[in-house]
């Protein structure tokens, strides 16, 4: 029993993460169900579930690794159109919908991965202001060579080139990427069931790194560089460790995303993109993973619900984010949670107390 009651207060705050998912998850699919929301809700759901994971696989990199990237947008690009071209590909082959979904996310997650690995050789040797400048410069690459393939299927397989003209489909074959255009006629795919899961999935990894013997070398690295190489630790394998990790669970949340419209296009995993996902990290606060979901839920949610409010929509998004910056980072509002978390505390240990009594 001892051991059961340690192992709730070491991992309160992961146990409290997943239940906020849980019952979110829980309340919105019985609200789905019972026909209570509009289409415009339902149809926020997935992409919701895909910005959550790439602001908590975000998190990974700047919060806890404590590095600026600004190209998670390039390699959430690389995991859609990854995603999407699996999914077309074993179209005829694999008759579940779910099934074809679950081997998108993860090749989608892979190709991201290898090209975390491809951009974080040469970036990860940098860092402040360079890191940021390269992040951005290769996120801006990666999504102006997608949009310059041309992929293609036919009885022969996979085609891939760089022009219309030189793509050369045999009979009944399919374009499946136009450059510019990006996928048009796609299959969707994912639910908000897949979402849910991805979400988990994504807890269940960066939680479990945060808590581990490479998480607690990777804040090492944060707080102290010179320290931590006097002490052994690979500082450049450890950043590459998470950088690879939020790479992948990018790649995984852009092939959810991609698999959700019937039409997608390389320009919408530019620098705005990136900016936004990193926007829902400052807010929901560096480190906090928790923050991150909450964050992603509402700031994606806020302007789709003032649509109706026109030209004044994005100033009033902008008033917003620079009240909620206000609000979290006053040293007043910081003093007064740690009161009331400080007589929280007190109260259960009381409590604790008298039950032992």
């Given at each position: 029993?001892n051991?059961?009651?340690?192992?709730?207060k070491?991992?309160?705050?992961?146990i409290?993460?997943?239940?906020?998912v849980?019952?979110?998850?829980?309340?919105?699919?019985?609200?789905?169900?019972?026909?209570?929301?509009?289409r415009s809700?339902n149809?926020?759901l997935?992409?919701?579930?895909?910005?959550?994971?790439?602001?908590?696989?975000?998190?990974?990199?700047?919060?806890i690794?404590?590095?600026?990237?600004?190209?998670?947008?390039?390699?959430?690009?690389?995991?859609?159109?990854?995603?999407i071209?699996?999914?077309?590909?074993?179209?005829?082959v694999v008759?579940?919908?779910?099934?074809?979904?679950?081997?998108?996310?993860?090749?989608?997650?892979?190709?991201?991965?290898?090209?975390?690995?491809?951009?974080?050789v040469?970036?990860?040797?940098?860092?402040?202001?360079?890191l940021?400048?390269?992040?951005?410069?290769?996120g801006e690459i990666?999504k102006?060579i997608?949009?310059?393939?041309?992929?293609g299927?036919?009885?022969?397989?996979?085609?891939?080139?760089?022009?219309?003209?030189?793509l050369?489909?045999?009979?009944?074959?399919?374009?499946?990427l136009?450059?510019?255009l990006?996928a048009?006629?796609?299959q969707?795919?994912s639910?908000?069931?897949?979402?849910?899961?991805?979400?988990?999935?994504?807890?269940?990894?960066?939680?479990n790194?945060?808590?581990?013997?490479?998480?607690r070398a990777?804040k090492?690295?944060?707080d102290?560089?010179?320290?931590?190489?006097?002490?052994?630790?690979?500082?450049t394998?450890f950043?590459?460790?998470?950088?690879?990790?939020?790479?992948?669970?990018?790649?995984?949340?852009?092939?959810?995303?991609g698999?959700?419209?019937?039409?997608v296009?390389?320009?919408?995993?530019?620098?705005?993109?990136?900016?936004?996902i990193?926007?829902?990290?400052?807010?929901?606060?560096m480190?906090?993973?928790?923050?991150?979901?909450?964050?992603?839920?509402?700031?994606?949610?806020?302007?789709e619900a003032?649509?109706?409010?026109?030209?004044?929509?994005?100033?009033l998004?902008?008033?917003?984010l620079?009240?909620v910056?206000?609000f979290?980072?006053?040293?007043?509002?910081k003093?007064?949670?740690?009161?009331v978390?400080?007589?929280?505390?007190?109260?259960?240990?009381?409590?604790e107390?008298?039950?032992?009594?």
């Amino acid at each position: 029993m001892n051991k059961i009651k340690q192992y709730f207060k070491t991992h309160s705050y992961n146990i409290a993460t997943y239940g906020i998912v849980i019952i979110a998850y829980v309340v919105m699919q019985y609200l789905s169900n019972a026909d209570m929301l509009s289409r415009s809700v339902n149809g926020y759901l997935v992409p919701i579930c895909a910005y959550i994971v790439l602001a908590v696989s975000l998190n990974l990199v700047v919060g806890i690794s404590g590095e600026l990237s600004l190209g998670h947008a390039g390699f959430m690009g690389v995991g859609a159109f990854a995603g999407i071209v699996t999914a077309a590909c074993l179209q005829g082959v694999v008759d579940s919908d779910f099934g074809r979904l679950m081997a998108a996310l993860l090749v989608g997650g892979v190709v991201a991965g290898i090209a975390g690995v491809i951009v974080g050789v040469p970036v990860l040797r940098l860092r402040g202001d360079y890191l940021a400048i390269v992040t951005l410069a290769f996120g801006e690459i990666l999504k102006n060579i997608i949009g310059n393939l041309y992929i293609g299927k036919d009885e022969t397989g996979i085609r891939v080139a760089l022009s219309q003209a030189e793509l050369h489909l045999g009979a009944g074959g399919k374009v499946i990427l136009s450059g510019a255009l990006g996928a048009t006629g796609v299959q969707k795919l994912s639910t908000f069931f897949a979402g849910f899961l991805l979400i988990l999935f994504t807890l269940f990894v960066v939680l479990n790194l945060i808590n581990s013997k490479e998480g607690r070398a990777i804040k090492a690295v944060r707080d102290n560089r010179i320290a931590a190489e006097s002490v052994g630790i690979n500082v450049t394998a450890f950043r590459m460790k998470a950088f690879v990790v939020s790479a992948f669970l990018a790649g995984m949340a852009g092939a959810l995303y991609g698999l959700n419209y019937s039409a997608v296009s390389a320009s919408k995993f530019g620098f705005n993109t990136s900016i936004d996902i990193l926007v829902f990290v400052v807010l929901g606060g560096m480190g906090n993973i928790l923050g991150s979901v909450i964050s992603a839920t509402v700031l994606y949610v806020l302007p789709e619900a003032m649509r109706g409010l026109a030209d004044y929509r994005m100033i009033l998004y902008a008033v917003v984010l620079i009240l909620v910056m206000l609000f979290t980072w006053s040293p007043k509002v910081k003093e007064i949670m740690s009161v009331v978390t400080a007589k929280l505390g007190g109260i259960f240990k009381k409590k604790e107390v008298g039950t032992n009594e």
